[in-house]
């Protein structure tokens, strides 16, 4: 954790791409850790993938605070609305047309690899270095945001997915409770049940006597808030993810209404400490989990349409949803491109093979895999480069 970051650094790759390998390394010299064959248990898979991208969505929500207005909302909603719709039906039609998946399996891989990973995003967006005065609207700015709600628009078609997994066909599944519950309803009680949570904590930040207030702002606070967000949405059946990245957005709405520089510096650190430890774990198992068998379970078609998703599909509709914003051309291709695909693609799956049967299920598993791998080298490798980038000809 101290040194692969340092290592990586300097490789100007992100530090996930040795884990990978190192993970792999592990599986082949025998560690003795329970490896799959050739997979875990879902149930498993879905608690702990869970538990990483509960973290990480309070962290987003934490980095971007209100500080900005519902203009500055309207671009990265461009890549829910317009973008994500897009992906997710181009990804629906290859899987139909191209790989032969039934239409269930094929509205679930459509899911699960749609949505941008706040988890392994990360390192693209915005850091603890920008959080001052200056107000970052660009390219970390829309990634962080976007990774923040985009479970909005995933969570309700995995839902879809499982609906006409278990009723067999379109026809035999109610679209008006698909509409009603699983998207309007889930989506609205989620969103506020976490900005009430995090307005209520960061009220009685402002009234508490400042001499308590470090303790209210220790970093365990944060963990706490975002699970208890996730659990009271959860208990109202709503998307917990919805109510731990909004409550981490209200969390200091009175600092910021005060124009106050916020004071978050511990209970971010620590939220982003135990984000990376757990990123760390997660990532070697995942090497490991290539390296034990899954990738047997697709072939050459597999890896070109990993490929074509990684390299054209998401650039070209992350481009088309950024169409009338003042971005420059390049920063608009790059924000289109940065659509990284991670652990929360794993907790959609695991979540819906848990819940249903999917007749595709070891297809979807090593297409789900090959993508996440391909997104971990490929915008592990360019990521920091192209940070590094638009800071000294394009700041933002």
């Known amino acids: 954790m101290a040194y692969i970051p340092i290592f990586a650094n300097r490789m100007?790759?992100?530090?996930?791409?040795?884990?990978?390998?190192?993970?792999?390394?592990?599986?082949?010299?025998?560690?003795?850790?329970?490896?799959?064959?050739?997979?875990?248990?879902?149930?498993?898979?879905?608690?702990?993938?869970?538990?990483?991208?509960?973290?990480?969505?309070?962290?987003?929500?934490?980095?971007?605070?209100?500080?900005?207005?519902?203009?500055?909302?309207?671009?990265?909603?461009?890549?829910?609305?317009?973008?994500?719709?897009?992906?997710?039906?181009?990804?629906?039609?290859?899987?139909?047309?191209?790989?032969?998946?039934?239409?269930?399996?094929?509205?679930?891989?459509?899911?699960v690899c749609a949505p941008t990973d706040p988890v392994l995003a990360s390192d693209l967006q915005l850091q603890e270095d920008e959080l001052g005065s200056e107000r970052n609207t660009g390219m970390r700015y829309l990634l962080t945001a976007e990774a923040g709600i985009n479970d909005g628009l995933a969570f309700p078609f995995v839902f879809l997915a499982i609906l006409v997994s278990k009723s067999g066909s379109f026809e035999g599944m109610d679209f008006s409770k698909w509409i009603g519950f699983y998207f309007f309803y889930k989506i609205i009680a989620g969103i506020l049940v976490g900005a009430i949570l995090g307005f209520l904590y960061s009220l009685s930040i402002k009234k508490i006597n400042p001499r308590h207030e470090k303790k209210v702002l220790s970093g365990f606070v944060g963990i706490a808030l975002a699970f208890l967000a996730f659990a009271l949405a959860e208990l109202l059946h709503s998307y917990g993810f919805l109510a731990a990245f909004f409550a981490g957005l209200l969390a200091q709405y009175h600092n910021h209404t005060d124009e106050k520089d916020h004071d978050k510096s511990e209970i971010l650190v620590f939220n982003e400490e135990s984000e990376k430890f757990l990123i760390v774990l997660w990532t070697l198992l995942f090497g490991g989990f290539l390296a034990s068998g899954i990738l047997n379970h697709s072939n050459g078609l597999g890896i070109g349409v990993a490929l074509f998703l990684v390299l054209i599909l998401r650039p070209?509709?992350?481009?088309?949803?950024?169409?009338?914003?003042?971005?420059?051309?390049?920063?608009?291709?790059?924000?289109?491109?940065?659509?990284?695909?991670?652990?929360?693609?794993?907790?959609?799956?695991?979540?819906?093979?848990?819940?249903?049967?999917?007749?595709?299920?070891?297809?979807?598993?090593?297409?789900?895999?090959?993508?996440?791998?391909?997104?971990?080298?490929?915008?592990?490798?360019?990521?920091?480069?192209?940070?590094?980038?638009f800071k000294k000809n394009n700041p933002g």
């Open 12 to 111: 100007k790759i992100s530090y996930t791409v040795p884990l990978v390998f190192i993970g792999s390394l592990f599986y082949f010299i025998g560690v003795p850790i329970n490896w799959p064959n050739p997979f875990w248990k879902h149930e498993w898979v879905k608690v702990i993938t869970e538990i990483i991208v509960i973290i990480s969505l309070m962290g987003a929500g934490l980095k971007i605070g209100m500080r900005y207005g519902l203009h500055h909302w309207k671009n990265p909603l461009r890549l829910i609305h317009t973008s994500m719709l897009l992906y997710m039906l181009g990804i629906y039609l290859i899987a139909y047309f191209g790989l032969k998946f039934d239409n269930a399996s094929s509205i679930l891989l459509a899911a």
């Open 316 to 389: 070209v509709c992350g481009r088309i949803g950024l169409i009338g914003t003042d971005f420059t051309e390049k920063k608009k291709w790059a924000i289109g491109f940065f659509g990284i695909k991670g652990v929360g693609s794993f907790f959609y799956l695991a979540y819906a093979l848990n819940e249903s049967q999917f007749s595709n299920e070891k297809e979807l598993y090593a297409i789900v895999s090959l993508l996440v791998l391909t997104s971990i080298l490929i915008h592990g490798l360019t990521g920091p480069r192209v940070v590094d980038y």
